[in-house]
């Protein structure tokens, strides 16, 4: 008998097993929200876009739900773990290229397609996949309410996700959340076209979004997000408001909060910052 001591085979096959189940539990839900009511997969055809449309652009990660968390020093930790396994660092090397990426690409799949050659499925597999999120997220009642209230409000012909992770992650974070009925579509950084891979701040990442949910007209935007730098960019775009979500502290790699943006320290406090959205029309 021959006994494998690859330490990567051994990452990628505890790695999968805890996909695998965290798979599972998704499967079992039956909270309200559980389910999305958008496909996945964009229209191969846009929408026309709309002149008289208004939407608010909502981010995911540290936004939906509270950075105190620590899902995002999860996500770290997995992802320098990935960084150490595959290109064979050590882990001090490892955590200073991560951050060297996400301070300079929004993202450390960025660097990794375009420096390594890294099969950015594979990476997604490994690293946002494999958190065990379920352990830390649960149905969120509270927040439900509030955007079933601001959806039904009239202030918006739509609500849109709009998050630089991909499909899977984002989807699994509002179904454990209980929000997946809520939104509208999803606009993500697609990890399957890696020679178009873009994400916020990149201005390219907001006209995706901008397509996808058939807006005209950037004034007609509201958007939401914890990235100082990214809220920079929707202001810079021209969008009509721009909300920063600081809970604790400015993250310094995230970006400092733009002038003409409102900060808030949590989306609950949405309602008591522009209460106009949640009157009835």
């Known amino acids: 008998m021959t006994i494998d001591n690859d330490p990567h085979d051994a990452?990628?096959?505890?790695?999968?097993?805890?996909?695998?189940?965290?798979?599972?539990?998704?499967?079992?839900?039956?909270?309200?929200?559980?389910?999305l009511c958008f496909p996945l997969t964009p229209p191969t055809s846009l929408p026309p876009p709309d002149p008289s449309l208004r939407v608010f652009f909502f981010d995911i990660d540290n936004c939906l739900y509270h950075a105190s968390t620590r899902i995002h020093d999860q996500m770290q930790v997995s992802i320098e773990r990935y960084f150490q396994h595959s290109l064979n660092l050590d882990p001090e090397a490892a955590r200073a290229l991560n951050h060297t990426y996400y301070r300079e690409y929004g993202l450390a799949i960025r660097g990794l397609v375009m420096f390594h050659g890294i099969n950015a499925l594979e990476y997604n597999q490994l690293v946002d996949d494999s958190l065990p999120l379920q352990d830390i997220l649960q149905p969120d009642p509270a927040l439900r309410a509030m955007l079933l209230a601001l959806k039904h409000s009239g202030a918006f012909d739509k609500l849109w996700l709009f998050t630089n992770a991909y499909k899977n992650h984002g989807a699994r974070v509002v179904r454990l959340l209980g929000l997946g009925d809520i939104f509208?579509?999803?606009?993500?950084?697609?990890?399957?076209?890696?020679?178009?891979?873009?994400?916020?701040?990149?201005?390219?990442?907001?006209?995706?979004?901008?397509?996808?949910?058939?807006?005209?007209?950037?004034?007609?935007?509201?958007?939401?997000?914890?990235?100082?730098?990214?809220?920079?960019?929707?202001?810079?775009?021209?969008?009509?408001?721009?909300?920063?979500?600081?809970?604790?502290?400015?993250?310094?790699?995230?970006?400092?909060?733009?002038?003409?943006?409102?900060?808030?320290?949590?989306?609950?406090?949405?309602?008591?910052?522009a209460p106009q959205l949640f009157k009835s029309e």
């Open 184 to 273: 509208d579509g999803m606009t993500y950084c697609d990890y399957s076209q890696t020679d178009t891979l873009v994400c916020k701040p990149h201005p390219d990442a907001f006209e995706r979004a901008r397509q996808q949910s058939g807006l005209a007209d950037y004034a007609n935007a509201w958007f939401i997000d914890d990235s100082g730098s990214n809220i920079a960019q929707g202001l810079h775009l021209g969008m009509g408001n721009c909300i920063h979500v600081v809970e604790d502290q400015v993250n310094e790699v995230l970006g400092a909060t733009p002038e003409g943006a409102v900060v808030i320290r949590s989306i609950m406090d949405l309602p008591s910052v």
């Open 11 to 35: 990452y990628t096959r505890s790695t999968q097993a805890q996909v695998a189940c965290n798979s599972r539990h998704l499967e079992s839900l039956t909270h309200p929200g559980c389910q």
